[in-house]
């Protein structure tokens, strides 16, 4: 069994496909594809900082926003204001 399907093996590999035509060779794709990446990771650690441009500021107390995370957090018994 295992000698026949080398034999198999053998046959395929000897037939001799023609390959698809590139629009260029193997290494300029790599290095486009390369220059790519790195530009788009140029432009990520553009922006890396971009929260730390200004200083933080408080927040207030928004009674519109949808949970307003008022926890007493051990100040009072009970666990939240819902």
């Known amino acids: 069994m295992l000698t026949q399907l080398a034999g198999v093996v053998l046959a395929v590999a000897e037939e001799h496909e023609e390959l698809a035509p590139l629009i260029a060779p193997p290494l300029v794709i790599g290095g486009a594809m390369l220059a790519a ?46």
Do not use: C, I, Y
Not at 66 to 81: F, I, P, R, V, W
């Open 37 to 82: 990446l790195l530009l788009l990771m140029l432009v990520t650690v553009s922006f890396m900082n971009l929260g730390n441009r200004h200083t933080a500021v408080e927040s207030t107390d928004d009674p519109h926003r949808q949970h307003t995370n008022k926890h007493l957090h051990g100040d009072d018994s009970a666990s939240s204001n819902h």
